[in-house]
């Protein structure tokens, strides 16, 4: 079963430096029917102007996973931590039994596009980290990458739950499968472009709910840049 989630009903906010669109309940947007799929909690498409971002705030027990699109993040934890992430990396947060971090668009001329993910750990009170790596969905398109995984393989970065999260970038025409482990669930959150999942069209913002399926087919209609999560 495949359940569509179009883009144009998602949650949405607007603070002038902020455009945010949310797949699930998040902030001021509540909708009962979109509190998460499994383990993910949160899936926020934002846009933040030049020279603003978020300042310090606080996490707690959440996985959170950032992957940028367009521009470039500046990130600041209370770990001493202190980086840029841009399109072609991917960073993770485990904020655990509590972190601060401030996120501000790194450009003061380029606005910034980015996927921002909260993952449900398996378990509370985790010690706080944080972890950056890079992402070959630019350098080697038409494959489907692993970028989060329980164990970290294949040089993706280590989230506390039993996910798999990876990413495409295909152009017009190509093709990609993935196969679904019995009692395990899928959510496909295109990014950009347009592609069909199992005869299902989807375009940018559409995310898609799987569950009793078995594979997963995924063509793209037009270049298209997706992520799919394999899910208890």
Known sequence: MIT?????????????????RHSFSFGHYHDPEHMGFRA????????????????AHGHRDMEIITYVLDGALEHKDNLGNGSVVRPGEIQRMTAGSGIAHSEHNHS????LHLLQIWIQPESEGLEPGYEQRPVPTETTPGVLHLIADRDGRDGSVTVHQDVRLYAARLDAGDAVSHDLDAGRHAWLQ???????????????????????????????????EFLLFDLV
């Not at 993910?40 to 300042?55: H, K, M, Q, S």
């Not at 003061?108 to 606005?111: G, L, N, S, V, W």
């Not at 990014?191 to 793209?220: K, Q, W």
């Open 4 to 20: 569509i989630r179009p883009s144009d009903q998602r949650g949405t906010a607007s603070f002038g430096w902020l455009d945010a």
């Open 40 to 55: 993910l909690r949160v899936i926020n498409e934002d846009r933040i102007a030049p020279g603003t971002g978020f300042d």
């Open 108 to 111: 003061r001329r380029a606005p």
């Open 190 to 224: 295109v990014a950009r472009g347009a592609l069909t999942l199992n005869g299902n069209p989807m375009r940018e913002g559409d995310g898609a709910a799987v569950s009793d399926e078995t594979r997963l087919d995924i063509a793209a209609d037009e270049a298209a």
